[in-house]
């Protein structure tokens, strides 16, 4: 690969390195301070006006291998059509024609994506660090009276939820309670079933008994009239 691609292969790792750094999710602080010394630093603006330079070269060569490939596409002919020398060079012509091709157009693309995004962002952050100074301007501009009256208001608030949360703290104990003492009733009544059900069951074994003991007693009188 001669130099001017390998610098070109170089600029758009550069490049891909840059984007990832500008969308990677850092810290709001790092991030400003990073964006504000790339935006106010004169290193990086003499850099950005070289790349400039580079970047109209860059667009040179992909016009060159533009019209490269076209020249190789125009050498096709049927004269060599079984000549494996001529199509394997022929085909590795088009091989680096079409990769320069690629190369010189994907930095040369990723450089505008770059070029917008970094606007963005600094837009972005700008609008950040507006908003924020409102917000403070905004709080010390505020009466005394005001933020009294707004703490005031915030500790009637809180009064209020301990007063509703001790009302419902009494409310569960009670019904706790009661859910205690119908638990209670419930064992009592379900004891004097149990009571009852025995005396029914010992009431109808001594009615059985009592009957047949009345039935012995009324043959045994019967037997004695006869006897008489």
Partial sequence: ???????????????????????????????????????????????????????????????????????????????????????????????????????????????????????LVLDMLKREEELDNAKKEAISLLPFSYIFTQSAVTMKDQQRLIDLESTYTKQVNELTKEIKELKTKELDIETLKKQVEQQSVEYNRLSDERNEFEKKANLMTLETRKDI
């Fill in 1 to 119: 690969m001669p130099i001017y691609y390998s610098l070109t292969f170089g600029i758009l790792l550069t490049e891909m390195i840059a984007f990832g750094i500008l969308v990677t999710p850092l810290p709001t602080r790092w991030r400003r301070a990073m964006m504000k010394f790339a935006s106010t630093s004169p290193v990086i603006a003499n850099g950005l006006y070289g790349l400039k330079i580079v970047f109209a070269f860059i667009f040179v060569l992909f016009l060159d291998t533009l019209n490269r490939l076209h020249r190789i596409e125009s050498e096709v002919s049927d004269e060599h059509k079984h000549d494996y020398n001529y199509e394997a060079n022929l085909k590795a012509k088009r091989f680096y024609a079409q990769r320069n091709i690629y190369l010189t157009g994907f930095t040369l693309f990723l450089s505008l994506i770059l070029e917008r995004t970094s606007k």
